[in-house]
C-alpha cells in the first residue's frame, strides 16, 4: 500500500534489506529472511526476530524507497506483504512517473512531485470507501484479544475495533473499543486496575455525539439507565456510523422483524462486516433518495457531467448504478436528478476517448449525455451487459450516425405525450378490475366550463405541459428545483394521479409485475380473515361524504385493494387509517395504480407505520419533537412536556393530515408527501404550530389547544379546487367557521417550504435512527413494566428482583437469536400477541437459565430433572414457559413454606412431569407432548431429548391468514379465574418407581451441603419409616394373605432406599438405573403408594431437612452471578 513519505537516511542498514530492482528515481527493496534464498545466516536472523516480535512492531516484507542521483536521502514510499502487490505499486510508478520526472530540472522539484503524487493518491484511496480494510495481522490479534478478555460465544463476530477512552465519572479509562454483531465491548487495564464493559445492542436507549466542556466530542450511549461516554478517537464520525448501523441492524433483526425482513442482506448475523455494513447503508440511501424498489443496491458510483438541456449546461454529479436502474443526481441533489429505468434504455454510445463521454439513448426520444466519466469503458460496458445490447460490428459501424442522431435528441425534447410510452399505465390493463379513477367516474370535468377555478385549473395544466416539455415526461423526466415549485403550487386534478405513481416510485413496481394485482385480487376473492372481518367493518367509514364511497363501485374497489394488500402483506395485514389513504388514492388513481401507491407508502415511504405498534409514527412524531425545539423555541418555553404534540399528531402522520383536513385541501399535502416523502408532513406540522403560536401559548390546557387546533383545520380551504360543494368537505357549520379566518392550503404549504425548507432529508433519515432505538425501548419497557404488574400479585419477588428476572429472561430468549440466522424463536416472536407471551423459552433455553436460578444447585441442563420441572410449570403444555411460569417456580423454591417446596418437588415426579423411568425417557417425552391436532406438525420436533432451542409452539395466526381463535382466549380466561387453589390433599399418591426418583432428587439438593451427611442420614431413615409405616398397614387392611411376592419386592425397596442414603449423587445414576431396573417388573404385580400428608409427616419429623428447606437464599446474589454467567454458559455450551 502506498505510504506518507518517510524520510530514511540509511538505505541498507545493517544489510537488512536486498534490492529486487532500481532504477534512477526508485528501488524495490526485500527484507532478509522472506522469499527466495532466505538470505543465509542473516536473514534467518531477521526472519526470527520479525516473528518473535510484537506484530504491531513487525516490518512489511517489501517496500519501495524513492532517491534522486545527487541525495544520499531516501524517502520510503510504500510497502507490500506479497511480492505482487509490491510490484503492481512498481509497475504504476514506470508507467505514470517515469517519464514526468525528466521534465523537471532540480532534485528538490522532482521530491516534491513525487511526495505530492503520493499523497494524492492516499487522499484518492481515502474517498474511495469510509471504512478502510483492515490490516489482516493485526485484526486477527485483535479478534484473540476479544475472545480472551470478553470470554464470548466463538460464534460472536467482531466487525472492527478503536483505541478510545471510556469515562467513569471524572477519570477517562485508555483503552480498546471492541464493536461485534451482538455487543458493544471495552477493555481496560491500567496500573492494575481493569475494567470491562459488555453491552448487547439490543439494550441500547440512546446512542448520539455529544459535546461538553470536559468532552469537546464523544460518543453517548444509554443503556439500563446508566451513561457511557467513549472519546479521543481517531475518527469518531466513523466509529458512531458503524455502532449506529449495527444497533440499528440489531434492534431491526429482535424487535422489528417486519422492516428486517425487507433487507435479506444482514440475514445472516454471521457475515455481518464493516465494508458490508457500509454498502447496506449506500443502498439504503440511494434506493431512499430515488424512490427506488427494495431489492435493488447500489453497485457503482461515477462521478461525470450531465448535459442539462433545459438549461443548457453541464452540471456536475454522481452516476449510480444498481440492477435495474441508472439514476443521476446533481452534486448538491436539488438542482436536478434523473431516474432511467433499464428497460427503457435502448443504446449506448460512447464518444471519442478525449471526452470520456457516453450517450444513454432512451424510448420516447430522449438521450442523456454524460462527460468526464473516469471509467466510462466500464460504465457503458456495465449498462450494455444490464439492458441486454452487444457492441455488434454493426453497432460500431453506423456509431456515427447514431451520435449524431443522439446528440440532435439532447437539444431538442418533443412535446408529444402521446409518443411517450413511458407513461403511466403502459402495461395492458385488461384485466384490471377498475379502469378509471373515481374522480373522473363521478366528477368528469366539463370543458366548457369556463369559470374562474376551471380556468385556473387550465393554467395549471398548461404550466406542467411546458414542464413537460423542457425537463421530459414519465420515468426519465428530470426533477428540478421548478418542478418542487410547481408541486408546492398544487398539482391539477387530471395529473394527479399520474405524478402521484411517478414520484413515488410506484410507476416501477407496476411496470415490473404487469398482472401481479389482477391475480392477487382473484387470489384473495373470498377469504375470509381478521384482516377482511376489519376491513369490511371500516369500508363504510372511508370518505362517507364523498358520492364515490356513497356507492357500490367506490366501496369494491376499495375493499379490493385492501384486501388484496392484506394477502400480499399478512404481516401488516390491514390497519386502521389504511381505509382513509386508500380512499384518496382511488379517487385520483386508477385501481391498480391505488394498490402500488399504497404498497409505496407502506413498504418504503412510512415504514412500520401500518402494524400494531406504529412504531414508524411514533418515531416520526420523537423527529417531529426534535424538530419543535430545534425551530419553536418560544413553544417549547410555554409547553416544557411536548407529549401533548405526539398525542396530537398521530392523525396527522397516519393519515398525512387527511383524516383534519377538508379533502380538497388534503389532496394538496398528499402532492407533497409523494414528492418529498415524510420531510412535507413534518414541515406541515411546524407550520400549523407557528401559524397558532400565539392562541397555543395562552391557552390553559390541553383541551383547550386541542380546541385551538381542530378549527384552525376546519378553517383551512382550496380556493383553486374546482371540485364541487357537493365533494368538498363540510367538516363544520358555518356558524363555526365565522369565529376563524379562512387559511389557504397552498399559502400555507408555501410558507412551510419558505420557513422550514432547509430541513434536509439526511437530517431526518439520521433523527429517525436515533429515536427509533428510544422508541423500540419504551415499547419494550411497557410491556416489561406490564408483565411485572401481572406477576407480582402471584409472588413474593420484589418489584427490582422481578425487574432483574425479566433482563435475564429476555435475554435468554434472545441467546437462541443472536448467532444464528433464522432461530425459531426469533421468527415467531410476535409483539401482537398478549404481554406475557411475547417472550417465551423453550426447554434448552429455559434449563440454561434455571440452572443459573434455581438455589440448591441440584439441576443441570442437561439433566432429566431440568425436563421434569419444564413440564411441571409449563401449564398449557405447549412447548414453552412464560416469564410468570417460571416466576412462580422460582418463587416457590425461594421464598414458598416447607411444605410448598416440598409439594413442588413431589410433583415433580408425578404426571406430567415425571411419566416412567429414566430408561424410558424419550417415551415419556413423545407421551408428554402429544399435541392438539392443529399443533401437531409444529411439535414433533420436541420429541427428541436435545429438543429445539425455541420449543415454540404457534397457536395465534399471522396477521391477515388467519382468524384468532377468540373463544378459546375466553375459556382459557375463564378457567383460570375460576381456577381454585391446590390443596395437599389434591395430590394422588406417588408410587414405588416414583418415590425411589423423589428420593434420588433430595439426595442431589443435599449434595455439597456442609450438612451433607445428616442431610442422606434423615432421608434413609424417613424411607425406612415410610415403607415400614406402608408394610403395616397393608397387613391391617388386608383380608387374605398377600401374595408371596409382594414381600420380597417391598423388601428390594426398602434395601434399594437404604442403600441411597450411602449413594453419593455421582453414581446415584447408576445405582437408579439398576433399582429401577429391578422394580419395573415387580411394580406391575403389586398395588402400594405413599400420600403427599404421609411424606410430609415423616420429614417434619427430621429437623435438618426442615432447617434445610427453611434456609434462606440471598436472591440478589444469585441475580448477579446469573447476569454474569448468563453469556459463558451459552459460551461453554
Excluded at 494524492?120 to 478478555?149: C, M, N, T, Y
Excluded at 455525539?209 to 464520525?237: P, Q, R
Excluded at 420523537?622 to 398521530?650: G, K, W, Y
Excluded at 443459573?852 to 403444555?877: G, H, M, V
Amino acid at each position: 500500500m502506498w505510504l506518507q513519505p518517510d524520510e530514511n537516511l540509511l538505505k541498507n542498514a545493517f544489510k537488512l534489506w536486498v534490492t529486487e530492482e532500481d532504477n534512477e528515481y526508485f528501488v524495490l527493496q526485500r527484507r532478509r529472511g522472506y522469499g527466495e534464498g532466505g538470505g543465509g545466516l542473516t536473514g534467518l536472523l531477521v526472519g526470527t526476530l520479525d516473528t518473535v516480535l510484537d506484530s504491531t512492531s513487525k516490518v512489511a516484507p517489501y517496500r519501495i524507497l524513492h532517491h534522486t542521483p545527487d541525495s544520499q536521502v531516501y524517502w520510503t514510499i510504500a510497502c507490500g506483504v506479497t511480492k505482487e502487490e509490491i510490484v503492481q505499486h512498481w509497475d504504476w510508478l514506470q508507467q505514470n512517473i517515469m517519464r514526468t520526472l525528466s521534465v523537471f530540472d532540480s532534485s528538490e522539484d522532482i521530491t516534491s512531485f513525487v511526495q505530492g503524487k503520493i499523497r494524492g493518491l492516499i487522499a484518492e484511496e481515502g474517498k474511495s470507501s469510509l471504512v478502510q480494510e483492515e490490516d489482516p495481522e493485526k485484526f486477527r490479534e485483535a479478534l484473540l484479544r476479544f475472545e480472551k478478555w470478553f470470554e464470548l460465544p466463538p460464534k460472536e463476530k467482531l466487525v472492527t475495533y478503536y483505541s478510545c477512552s471510556y469515562w467513569r465519572g471524572k477519570v477517562p479509562c485508555q483503552g480498546w473499543l471492541y464493536l461485534s454483531t451482538n455487543f458493544l465491548c471495552f477493555y481496560s487495564y491500567l496500573l492494575g486496575a481493569e475494567v470491562k464493559l459488555i453491552i448487547s445492542w439490543d439494550e441500547i436507549w440512546r446512542l448520539e455525539k455529544t459535546s461538553n466542556v470536559i468532552l469537546t466530542e464523544s460518543i453517548h450511549v444509554l443503556a439500563h439507565g446508566e451513561d457511557h461516554y467513549f472519546s479521543m478517537l481517531m475518527h469518531l464520525n466513523e466509529t458512531f456510523v458503524i455502532m449506529e448501523q449495527l444497533a440499528d441492524y440489531s434492534i431491526k433483526r429482535l424487535f422489528d422483524k417486519e422492516a428486517f425482513q425487507r433487507e435479506p442482506a444482514l440475514s445472516d448475523p454471521m457475515q455481518i462486516t464493516k465494508r458490508g455494513l457500509e454498502a447496506h447503508a449506500k443502498s439504503e440511501q440511494f434506493r431512499t433518495f430515488f424512490r427506488l424498489p427494495k431489492e435493488e443496491n447500489l453497485l457503482e458510483v461515477h462521478e461525470s457531467f450531465l448535459w442539462v438541456p433545459f438549461s443548457h449546461f453541464n452540471t456536475l454529479g454522481k452516476i449510480c448504478l444498481s440492477e435495474n436502474y441508472l439514476c443521476f443526481a446533481s452534486q448538491d441533489g436539488s438542482q436536478c436528478h434523473v431516474i432511467i429505468p433499464m428497460r427503457e434504455v435502448i443504446n449506448v454510445e460512447k464518444s471519442d476517448s478525449s471526452s470520456r463521454a457516453l450517450t444513454v439513448c432512451v424510448r420516447g426520444k430522449k438521450a442523456l449525455r454524460f462527460a468526464e466519466v473516469r471509467d466510462y469503458q466500464r460504465l457503458a460496458n456495465s449498462i450494455r451487459s444490464k439492458c441486454g445490447i452487444s457492441a455488434s460490428p454493426q453497432h460500431s459501424a453506423s456509431s456515427d450516425a447514431i451520435r449524431g442522431a443522439c446528440q440532435s435528441l439532447i437539444n431538442h425534447f418533443e412535446d408529444n405525450p402521446e409518443d411517450v410510452t413511458l407513461m403511466v399505465g403502459q402495461k395492458d390493463s385488461s384485466k384490471a378490475v377498475s379502469t378509471e379513477a373515481l374522480m373522473t367516474v363521478f366528477h368528469p370535468q366539463d370543458v366548457e366550463n369556463l369559470d374562474p377555478k376551471m380556468l385556473k385549473e387550465k393554467m395549471k395544466e398548461q404550466s406542467w405541459n411546458i414542464h413537460f416539455s423542457e425537463y421530459g415526461r414519465g420515468t426519465s423526466m428530470f426533477f428540478t428545483r421548478k418542478t418542487r415549485d410547481l408541486i408546492v403550487r398544487g398539482v391539477p386534478e387530471a395529473l394527479r394521479g399520474e405524478l402521484w405513481m411517478l414520484f413515488s416510485g410506484a410507476v416501477n413496481d407496476m411496470a415490473t409485475h404487469p398482472g401481479y394485482y389482477t391475480d392477487l385480487v382473484e387470489q384473495s376473492l373470498g377469504t375470509s380473515t381478521l384482516a377482511t372481518d376489519e376491513i369490511e367493518r371500516d369500508l363504510h367509514r372511508s370518505l362517507p361524504e364523498h358520492p364515490a364511497f356513497q356507492s357500490d363501485t367506490g366501496i369494491s374497489a376499495l375493499r379490493r385493494v385492501l384486501t388484496a394488500y392484506a394477502y400480499r402483506n399478512p404481516k401488516i395485514g390491514y390497519c386502521q387509517a389504511m381505509n382513509i389513504l386508500t380512499s384518496v388514492l382511488l379517487l385520483y388513481a386508477k385501481e391498480e395504480e391505488a394498490f402500488w401507491l399504497l404498497v409505496a407508502v407502506c413498504e418504503r415511504m412510512l415504514p412500520d407505520y401500518f402494524n400494531r405498534r406504529i412504531i414508524g409514527a411514533l418515531v416520526d412524531q420523537a423527529v417531529f419533537e426534535d424538530l419543535i425545539r430545534e425551530n419553536l423555541p418560544q413553544l417549547v418555553e410555554h409547553m416544557t412536556d411536548l407529549s401533548f404534540f405526539s398525542s396530537v399528531s398521530l392523525s396527522w402522520f397516519l393519515t398525512l393530515f387527511i383524516s383534519v383536513l377538508p379533502i380538497e385541501s388534503a389532496v394538496n399535502v398528499v402532492d407533497c408527501f409523494f414528492y418529498d416523502g415524510i420531510k412535507a408532513i413534518l414541515q406541515l406540522g411546524l407550520a400549523v404550530l407557528d401559524y397558532n403560536m400565539e392562541a397555543l401559548i395562552s391557552c390553559q390546557d390541553d383541551a383547550e389547544a386541542v380546541t385551538i387546533l381542530n378549527k384552525f383545520f376546519d378553517s383551512v380551504t382550496n380556493k383553486d379546487s374546482p371540485l364541487p360543494q357537493t365533494v368538498q368537505q363540510a367538516s363544520v357549520s358555518n356558524n363555526d367557521k365565522t369565529s376563524h379566518i379562512n387559511v389557504d392550503i397552498s399559502e400555507l404549504i408555501k410558507e412551510a417550504y419558505e420557513k422550514y425548507g432547509n430541513i434536509r432529508s439526511e437530517e431526518v433519515e439520521s433523527s429517525r435512527k436515533r429515536n427509533k432505538l428510544y422508541v423500540i425501548q419504551t415499547l419494550e419497557d411497557t410491556t416489561k413494566q406490564n408483565v411485572i404488574r401481572v406477576v407480582t400479585n402471584e409472588v413474593r419477588f420484589s418489584p427490582s428482583h422481578l425487574d432483574r428476572l425479566y433482563n435475564l429472561f429476555k435475554r435468554q430468549h434472545f441467546l437462541c437469536c443472536y448467532w444464528t440466522m433464522k432461530s425459531p424463536a426469533l421468527l415467531h416472536h410476535d409483539p401482537s400477541l398478549a404481554y406475557l407471551e411475547q417472550y417465551q423459552l423453550g426447554f434448552q433455553q429455559f434449563s440454561m437459565l434455571f440452572s443459573l436460578l434455581e438455589p440448591w444447585a441440584f439441576c443441570n441442563p442437561k439433566s432429566t430433572l431440568s425436563l421434569w420441572i419444564f413440564r411441571l410449570i409449563d401449564e398449557n403444555q405447549d412447548g414453552l414457559v412464560n416469564f410468570k411460569e417460571f416466576c412462580c417456580a422460582l418463587d416457590t423454591l425461594y421464598s414458598g413454606s416447607f411444605t410448598n417446596k416440598l409439594k413442588f418437588l413431589f410433583k415433580l415426579h408425578l404426571p406430567p412431569a415425571f411419566t416412567g423411568s429414566p430408561l424410558h425417557i424419550k417415551e415419556q417425552r413423545i407421551q408428554h407432548f402429544t399435541p392438539v391436532p392443529e399443533d401437531s406438525s409444529h411439535l414433533s420436533r420436541l420429541a427428541a431429548f436435545d429438543l429445539p432451542e425455541d420449543g415454540v409452539i404457534r397457536k395465534s395466526p399471522e396477521r391477515g391468514r388467519g382468524k384468532v381463535d377468540l373463544q378459546a382466549y375466553l375459556k382459557q380466561w375463564q378457567n383460570e379465574i375460576l381456577k381454585k387453589e391446590e390443596t395437599i390433599k389434591d395430590l394422588p399418591r406417588i408410587n414405588q418407581t416414583q418415590f425411589i426418583q423423589f428420593s434420588k432428587t433430595l439426595y442431589n439438593i443435599f449434595h455439597g451441603d456442609p450438612e451433607e451427611e445428616s442431610l442422606y442420614q434423615a432421608v434413609a431413615h424417613v424411607t425406612s419409616l415410610l415403607l415400614r409405616m406402608e408394610e403395616v398397614g397393608r397387613r391391617l387392611h388386608e383380608s387374605s394373605s398377600p401374595p408371596e411376592s409382594t414381600k420380597p419386592a417391598n423388601t428390594a425397596a426398602a434395601e434399594s432406599s437404604t442403600q441411597e442414603g450411602s449413594t453419593t449423587p455421582e453414581n446415584s445414576g447408576t445405582s437408579s438405573s439398576c433399582n429401577s431396573r429391578d422394580a419395573g417388573p415387580d411394580l406391575t404385580e403389586m398395588d402400594w403408594s405413599f400420600s403427599f400428608e404421609q411424606v410430609l409427616a415423616s420429614l417434619l419429623n427430621e429437623p435438618t431437612i426442615v432447617r434445610f428447606f427453611e434456609r434462606p437464599v440471598d436472591i440478589q446474589t444469585k441475580l448477579g452471578q446469573a447476569k454474569v454467567a448468563q453469556l459463558k454458559l451459552k459460551a461453554n455450551k
